[in-house]
């Protein structure tokens, strides 16, 4: 987390930062909870994948999944990369940030025929397909068009992510993608179909992953299958690797984007393919925190440290027991004992917990925490649960800050809905 460093440049005890800017003034500027995010951060993370990637000349087309702030795409945008979605909303934030159309990846496996309607429009550069009802359904809606929808099949390899279970999406009983045996008849059906230009094969196991190991099992079947298919006579020209590359969350290492290359050109860059990767959480999760207060700590059998941040604005610890470091924002002193503690939201759930038997100086009420590598997966799944107020995002960039969305006010929350005609 080297863009969020203790420093007593702004005088008194050294105190975290974002950038040079002290996340205790966005605190007092914005409030908390608060998510905040290193430009500079997600800046020298996509230049890293981009200087991996240059001699394959790979596309990065950034996973707008794991953050889908208009800014944070914007900063990507601005930066080089294409966009790959998973929804007509994302794709429309794709374009609203300045991604060029021609650049989107559509994936997901439930795309509807009104959204492929709208990206057939829009010009967009492909859609992953990943079953053959889909595969006749976009045919159906492009042919009505007059035109030939761009289109990789996603194979499902049968390989295991070594991850969550529930990020976990390249196994035969996965919902995602192509079973691999059906690829090569389905890749020559849809070559002929009117509304369908065959561009390549696509692939993506899951995310989180932190070890080389199976994305080479993957890749492997993959240039398997690109030989086969082209033995075949079927042209085969791109290939889209997916992302999946993990982050350190616990004391993992994952492999660096020049390791991940290095694997890529071993065993795909022989195939003369025009190459697509697709990283999300590796580009925007050790970019962001989430800044929160502390509201009481409670002594019964534990020691509770209730914070005003919860489940519905970080849901990942409830959702896949993930772990998240916590900092203070205050550095505390060598001689603060480490106190055992579950630290919690004020949500009325027992699973509203950020960390259980965490170790660490015991903080008072008013104390500041920041919980960290919390830029991918973080705002863009929370949601109003208990009544509570989305959480605003702030981009920093140096010694600057812009609140880039704004917390909505009570009233903003309840103005979308009425009563039924009958309630009076």
């Given amino acids: 987390m080297d863009a969020f460093p203790y420093s007593a440049a702004h005088g008194g005890e050294p105190e975290l930062c974002v950038d040079a800017v002290p996340l205790s003034a966005i605190a007092e500027a914005v409030g908390t909870p608060v998510y905040c995010y290193s430009q500079t951060a997600m800046r020298e993370r996509y230049a890293s994948f981009a200087g991996a990637f240059a001699a394959l000349g790979a596309r990065i087309c950034f996973a707008v999944k794991a953050n889908a702030n208009l800014a944070v795409i914007r900063t990507f945008a601005d930066a080089g990369a294409s966009a790959d979605v998973v929804s007509e909303g994302e794709m429309r934030r794709a374009l609203a940030a300045g991604m060029t159309p021609e650049g989107i990846i559509f994936s997901g496996v439930g795309k509807s025929a009104d959204e492929m309607d709208v990206a057939l429009d829009a010009g967009i550069g492909q859609f992953n397909v990943e079953s053959e009802p889909e595969l006749q359904l976009l045919n159906m809606v492009a042919s009505s068009k007059g035109l030939r929808a761009p289109v990789a099949l996603r194979v499902n390899p049968d390989v295991a992510a070594d991850s969550h279970d529930k990020v976990s999406t390249g196994r035969k009983h996965d919902k995602f993608g192509i079973p691999f045996e059906r690829t090569g008849a ?3 059906e849809a070559a002929s179909l009117p509304g369908i230009e065959m561009l390549g094969l696509a692939v993506h196991i899951g995310s989180q992953i932190v070890r080389l190991d199976p994305f080479e099992q993957a ?3 993959i240039a398997e299958l690109v030989s086969q298919l082209r033995a075949e006579g079927q042209t085969v020209s791109r290939l889209d690797l997916g992302g999946g590359l993990g982050i350190a969350y616990d004391g993992e290492t994952p492999p660096t984007p020049a390791d991940y290359a290095a694997l890529v050109a071993r065993l795909i860059g022989g195939l003369d393919l025009e190459l697509a990767i697709e990283p999300g959480r ?3 999760g050790p970019a962001g925190v989430l ?3 502390v509201l009481y700590v409670k002594e019964t059998a534990k ?6 941040a919860a489940m519905n604005d970080l849901l990942r610890p409830t959702l896949y027991n993930a772990h998240h470091p916590v900092w203070p924002i205050r550095q ?3 001689e603060a004992p480490a106190i055992t503690v579950d630290l919690v ?3 009325c759930e027992s699973g509203d917990v950020f960390a259980q038997d965490r170790a660490m100086a015991l903080p008072a009420a008013g104390d500041l925490l920041a919980i960290g590598a919390a830029g991918a997966y973080g705002a863009v799944m929370a949601s109003s649960y208990n009544g509570r107020a989305l959480v605003p995002e702030v981009l920093v960039s140096g010694d600057r800050f812009s609140v880039v969305r704004t917390r909505p006010d009570f009233d903003a929350m309840i103005a979308g809905e009425t009563f039924a005609p009958w309630q009076g």
């Fill in 186 to 188: 389905l890749y020559g």
């Fill in 219 to 221: 890749f492997a079947r």
């Fill in 282 to 284: 590796a580009l925007v």
């Fill in 291 to 293: 800044l929160t207060r």
């Fill in 303 to 308: 020691t509770f440290v209730i914070v005003d």
């Fill in 332 to 334: 505390p002193g060598l």
């Fill in 345 to 347: 939201g004020p949500v």
